[in-house]
Every structure is written in structure tokens, then in C-alpha cells.
Nanobody
Framework: VQLQASGGGSVQAGGSLGLSCVVD????????MGWYRQAPGKQRELVAS???????TYNDAVKGRFTITGDNTQNMVFLQMNSLKPEDTAVYFC????????WGQGTQVTVSS
């Protein structure tokens, strides 16, 4: 498995969720890693990214609410999502930045108002 995201679920607005992604070691070591999301009827968008040194970037829509972290020893990437809003509802994927062609299995996040 190259990219395997997990941890999604259903929460009410204002709640929190944490996502995890197991990444193939070769991919993790060679790439910037990111979390993407795709809402129904919308294009997939990059939510947050992280390089192995810890430098991170965020989409303006999630800045201040989401935090991307990683574990360089376990080849994992995490996304902590706080103060969730209904517009955060989407399938979330982890992938390299720029993304590899194989997206792997995403995880559904549903935020109700």
C-alpha cells in the first residue's frame, strides 16, 4: 500500500477529527506530503502540506483550524482538524505534492450543522 488514509467520521460543526496516513517509505522520504480533499461536485484541492523538516503550508480555508504533522520514523502524516465546519465535508486523501497518480483510499469526513 502506497497511501492509506484513515480516521474520518461524522461530527457536528465545531467538533474535531484526526486523520492518519500510512505512506510508503520511498514516497515519504522523497516528497513533500499533503492532505487533499474533494467535496461532492467540486475539484480536489490541497488542504495542507508538510516537508520532512517540518515546514508546513495551509489552504486559507483551513488556516488556524487544521494542523498537519508527520512522523518521520513511521512514515506517517497526520491532519488534526478542529472547529470543523459543514463546508469541510469531503473525502480526504493524503498524497505527495505534486500528487502521484495513485491516490489510494480516501477517508470520508462529514460535518453536520
Amino acid at each position: 500500500v502506497q497511501l492509506q488514509a484513515s480516521g474520518g467520521g461524522s461530527v457536528q460543526a465545531g467538533g474535531s477529527l484526526g486523520l492518519s496516513c500510512v505512506v510508503d517509505g520511498k514516497i515519504f522520504r522523497k516528497n513533500v506530503m499533503g492532505w487533499y480533499r474533494q467535496a461532492p461536485g467540486k475539484q480536489r484541492e490541497l488542504v495542507a502540506s508538510r516537508i520532512n523538516t517540518g515546514f508546513t503550508t495551509y489552504n486559507d480555508a483551513v488556516k488556524g483550524r487544521f494542523t498537519i504533522t508527520g512522523d518521520n520514523t513511521q512514515n506517517m502524516v497526520f491532519l488534526q482538524m478542529n472547529s470543523l465546519k459543514p463546508e469541510d465535508t469531503a473525502v480526504y486523501f493524503c498524497n505527495a505534492v505534486p500528487p502521484l497518480s495513485d491516490w489510494g483510499q480516501g477517508t470520508q469526513v462529514t460535518v453536520s450543522s
